[in-house]
């Protein structure tokens, strides 16, 4: 079956722009979760979801940082007025339910460039 | 707070050695979960294996097992026979009953598998 998407790809964008990006986790899979992977470090953990709520935002790193998703599947991360500290690769997981034992399975990631 | 720490940053090895990543981690909760996850260059996240905190035995998926100790909080993983295709950034992560479901990383191990 199809695996995690992520879109766009890559995004170029200006200091100050907003952008939007998307998730399509795998059918069925109640929990996703939002991370940012800046150069040469690990993931950092955004946002997370289970079905439409996020019970957990403790990792947005500001109020520019914002994520929603609708019908339980599709996510869409948000930054307003982009700073250039925002440059990453912002990566989305789905996992069939948010536990111990249920391995994510991560998307191809956006890069995101602000300039 | 959950904490992951890797100490090795690069790792230089012989094609079909063997090879083993360092990973400690640090958490009060009982119940967790570690990870570790391959990243090639071009960027997705691999899920290579898992250890629950009550498993007994220690985990393996093909060449890779993962070297349990919990008295001493390490979750090393052994790649054996190396190949040049293992090239890539290595994650530990974990994930506990009480973390709200997100994977905490560590900052990765950089394997580059020599011919």
């Known amino acids: 079956g199809a695996g995690v998407s992520q879109s766009p790809s890559n995004k170029v964008t200006e200091k100050g722009k907003d952008v939007e990006l998307r998730c399509d986790p795998i059918s069925g899979h109640t929990a996703l979760y939002w991370y940012r992977q800046s150069l040469g470090q690990g993931l950092e953990f955004l946002i997370y979801?289970?079905?439409?709520?996020?019970?957990?935002k403790s990792g947005l790193p500001s109020d520019r940082f914002s994520a929603e998703r609708t019908g339980g599947s599709v996510s869409t991360l948000t930054i307003q007025r982009t700073q250039q500290e925002d440059s990453a690769v912002y990566l989305c997981a789905s996992s069939f339910m948010g536990n111990l034992y249920n391995e994510q399975f991560f998307g191809p990631g956006t890069r995101l460039t602000v300039l | 707070a959950q904490k992951i720490t890797q100490t090795q940053p690069g790792m230089f090895v012989q094609e079909k050695e063997a090879v083993t990543l360092d990973c400690t981690y640090d958490?009060?909760?009982?119940?967790?979960?570690l990870f570790w996850y391959k990243q090639p260059s071009s960027g997705e996240m691999i899920f290579l294996i898992y250890?629950?905190?009550?498993?007994?035995q220690n985990a393996t998926e093909g060449r890779y097992s993962l070297n349990f100790q919990k008295a001493r909080k390490s979750a090393n993983l052994v790649i054996s026979a190396s190949q040049l295709g293992d090239s890539a950034m290595y994650f530990c992560?974990?994930?506990?009953?009480?973390?709200?479901?997100?994977?905490?990383f560590g900052t990765g191990t950089r394997l580059t598998i020599i011919p």
């Open positions: 992560a974990m994930i506990t009953n009480f973390g709200n479901e997100k994977l905490t």
């Open positions: 979801f289970q079905g439409n709520s996020a019970p957990d």
């Open positions: 250890q629950g905190s009550y498993d007994e």
């Open positions: 958490t009060s909760d009982q119940s967790y979960g």
